[in-house]
């Protein structure tokens, strides 16, 4: 939704969320190697949720 509400274009990156790219940038995986997340809170699609879950961070769940 940032991106399709154009708030992506607005946001200055915390110190934290550069932090979190460097690491990615060096090749860490705190995913496990997922290819989806999402926020159970705000989604009932039951194919996202049938993924095997590689690990919750904050509110959303991971899952390959």
Do not use: C
């Not at 915390?14 to 997340?37: K, N």
């Amino acid at each position: 939704s940032p991106v399709l509400d154009k708030r992506i274009y607005n946001v200055t990156p915390s110190d934290e969320t550069i932090r979190a790219v460097d690491e990615a940038m060096r090749g860490t995986d705190p995913s496990y190697g997922a290819v989806v997340f999402y926020n159970p809170d705000k989604t009932d699609n039951q194919w996202v949720r049938s993924r095997k879950t590689t690990t919750i961070i904050g509110n959303h769940i991971f899952a390959k």
